[in-house]
């Protein structure tokens, strides 16, 4: 069945269709009720439990318990309640789902988050031992270069002392 069913919707199942099979019913039950006890003319509904009719063979009036008419009304209405109960839960039971099926996808993306930042954690501590590494190779290379300037002045200096 198909639960978004609204209330005007003319479908099978739906809610109008049963209030009109409801009411039709109920006309068929009077019209039985009214040939099974010779009632000719017309019935008034009292309360729940009684009916009165006017008799044409006795001229008479009768107050005749209608049971089953209640019992009936009773299914009746408990499947129109139903109706209505799947027609407004149908929509709840479907956000009910496209929550769950959200959470799931906000577990599931929490966890590609996570580790995505390992990684790019991982990627920076390897970028920052390049660059300190890099940095003291340049710095390395910078002492070498004082050091090779040093030793050129030592040695000048000596070749001066000596030819001088």
């Known amino acids: 069945m198909n639960r978004r069913s609204a209330v005007g919707d003319p479908s099978p199942g739906g809610l ?5 099979q409801l009411v039709h019913h109920h006309q068929l039950s009077s019209a039985a009720l009214r040939q099974q006890t010779g009632i000719v003319s017309i019935s008034l509904s009292l309360d729940d439990t009684h009916t009165l009719s006017v008799c044409n063979k006795q001229q008479s009036v009768f ?4 049971e089953k008419a209640k019992k009936e009304a009773m299914r009746a209405g408990l499947r ?8 407004v839960n149908g929509g709840v039971q479907e956000s009910f789902l496209n929550q769950k ?3 799931s996808e906000i577990r599931s993306l929490s ?5 995505f930042h ?18 003291e190779i340049g710095d390395f290379e910078n002492w070498i270069k004082v050091m090779e300037y040093d030793c050129k ?5 000596i070749r001066n002392i000596h030819h001088a």
Do not use: C, G, Q, Y
């Open 63 to 66: 107050v005749f318990p209608t």
């Open 153 to 157: 002045s030592i040695t000048a200096a």
């Open 80 to 87: 129109v309640s139903e109706l209505v109960v799947d027609a």
């Open 101 to 103: 099926r959200i959470e």
């Open 16 to 20: 109008e269709a049963s209030l009109v």
């Open 118 to 135: 390992k990684l790019t954690d991982h990627w920076l501590a390897a970028s920052r031992a390049l660059n300190t590494a890099i940095k």
């Open 111 to 115: 966890a590609t988050i996570s580790r």
